[in-house]
């Protein structure tokens, strides 16, 4: 995680900007009145919600434990799959 005060970032925000986004990095832009802020990428922000969202439903979160488990205990299968060409 880096952190980086406000005055700094406004002078360098394309360097953290991709720091950021390229790296996966979390930044923390620190602020005199102690109002710091977070920045992360779009993408990491996406996934941060989604795992919110899939470990905040109960049913969700029990539908991928029992999966966890079935396949840590060696419970699943392979498959081939079967290109299917599509008709002109």
Avoid: F, H, P
């Amino acid at each position: 995680m880096l952190a980086v005060n406000d005055t700094n970032l406004c002078e360098n925000m394309k360097l953290y900007m991709d720091k950021v986004t390229n790296d996966y990095e979390t930044m923390i832009v620190t602020r005199k009145n102690k109002k710091n802020v977070v920045m992360l990428s779009e993408e990491s922000y996406n996934n941060l919600v989604e795992n919110i969202y899939v470990m905040g439903n109960k049913e969700n979160y029990d539908w991928l434990m029992k999966g966890k488990s079935q396949l840590e205990n060696g419970q699943c299968s392979t498959r081939e799959l079967v290109e299917v060409e599509e008709d002109e």
